[in-house]
Structure formats: structure tokens, C-alpha cells
Antibody, heavy 119, light 107 residues
């Protein structure tokens, strides 16, 4: 059974940093691209970042480019999102999502982890 | 960047109704479109991909159509379990993008 489980969310002050993790199981992790998608309270879905299976290529939304870094450890079946210089508008539930092989289609999602940026 | 626009933003319908949600892309995305269902307090769930392909396990009352810039998601006979917000997503190119969502209420 495919599972993805996020962790690492919490309350952080503006300008602060946080690292999210996503533990994956039930599929060949290194063969699948992965993404982070976020949802601000009461709002829609916003794609944040993607990374290919090997980790060799990464992609970012303009809203987080230069502040967030996506990475993965295929030996641990874990995806990460390092978030620096956090702003109030980064407050959201962050979902980890597995790509369908060969396309940026999100076929499995975690339950999400809430990041709140506030003083 | 490709912008995705859904209509309507909210929709109220009765059990058994045929429901249609529209998604428009700001430029052609061929058939590189997916639909997701998000129930309150839950993660999104993939319903359709490549505009009209049904994800495994999704009820056959859901169908999708369209190509280029205009797409539709249809529920042939609305069920109480379909209460949710529906999102389209283009995966023609990065940055991939979602529509703003259509909230479906059951009358």
C-alpha cells in the first residue's frame, strides 16, 4: 500500500526557517518524482516544488524560489522541504504528493502538515 | 505561466442531478489535464488524468472531456458522497497550476 506521511510543521516567526519531511513507502521511491503542494486556510491548491526521482532536477514556484529548497534521500525513502525566510503568506497546510510515473499528476497525497508563520 | 480558470466557483445540486464543471486554460494544454476531489478536512484525491482517463477505483459516474483550452468534468448522477471541492490541474508545463476550485454542495 502506497503511503506518504508528512512531518515537521509548526509555528514559526516571520523570517524563520522550518524543514518538512515526507516519509514514503509502498512504491519504488527513487523511480518517482515527488512534489510539495500547499493550501492556505480556506484557499485553493498551490503547487510549490517538484523533484525528479534521482534528485537531479528541481522545480519551484516563483513565490518560493530562492527561499525554499526541495531535496530527497532515496536511501531513506524521504522527501524534504527546507523553508527559509518564511513569510505570513507561507502559512498553509503542506502536502507531499507522489507523481504518477512520467507525468506531473499527483496520484497519492499525504495528510498534510500545517505551517503557521506568525509572531 | 498557464492560468487555469474554473466555473462555477460554487454549485448546488440535488442527488441524482447531472453536474458539469468547466475548466479553461489560458493557452493550449492539449489533454494534459487532471481533476481532483477534495472532501472537507482531507487531502485531494486524483479522479481523472489526460482529460478523460478515469483513475483506478473512481466511480464511473465521473467523466471528463475536452482538449486544448476547454475541459469539463461531469458527474452523471450526483451522490451524497460527492460533496467536495473539485480542482483541475494542468501538467503541460512547469509551473503546473490548479484552478481555483469548484465547491459542490448537495441540496
Amino acid at each position: 500500500e502506497v503511503q506518504v506521511l508528512e512531518s515537521g510543521g509548526g509555528l514559526v516567526q516571520p523570517g524563520g526557517s522550518l524543514r518538512l519531511s515526507c516519509a514514503a513507502s509502498g512504491f519504488t521511491f527513487s523511480s518517482n518524482a515527488m512534489s510539495w503542494v500547499r493550501q492556505a486556510p480556506g484557499k485553493g491548491l498551490e503547487w510549490v516544488s517538484s523533484i525528479i526521482g534521482s534528485g537531479g532536477s528541481t522545480y519551484y514556484a516563483d513565490s518560493v524560489k530562492g527561499r525554499f529548497t526541495v531535496s530527497r534521500d532515496n536511501s531513506k525513502n524521504t522527501l524534504y522541504l527546507q523553508m527559509n525566510s518564511l513569510r505570513g503568506e507561507d502559512t498553509a497546510v503542506y502536502y507531499c504528493a507522489k507523481h504518477n510515473v512520467g507525468a506531473t499528476i499527483f496520484d497519492y497525497w499525504g495528510q498534510g502538515t500545517l505551517v503557521t508563520v506568525s509572531s | 505561466d498557464i492560468q487555469m480558470t474554473q466555473s462555477p466557483s460554487t454549485l448546488s445540486a440535488s442527488v441524482g442531478d447531472r453536474v458539469t464543471i468547466t475548466c479553461r486554460a489560458s493557452q493550449s494544454i492539449r489533454t494534459w489535464l487532471a481533476w481532483y476531489q477534495q472532501k472537507p478536512g482531507k487531502a485531494p484525491k486524483l479522479l481523472m488524468y489526460k482529460a478523460s482517463s478515469l483513475e483506478s477505483g473512481v466511480p464511473s459516474r465521473f467523466s471528463g472531456s475536452g482538449s486544448g483550452t476547454e475541459f469539463t468534468l461531469t458527474i452523471s448522477s450526483l451522490q451524497p458522497d460527492d460533496l467536495a471541492t473539485y480542482y483541475c490541474q494542468q501538467y503541460h508545463s512547469y509551473p503546473c497550476s490548479f484552478g481555483q476550485g469548484t465547491k459542490l454542495d448537495i441540496k
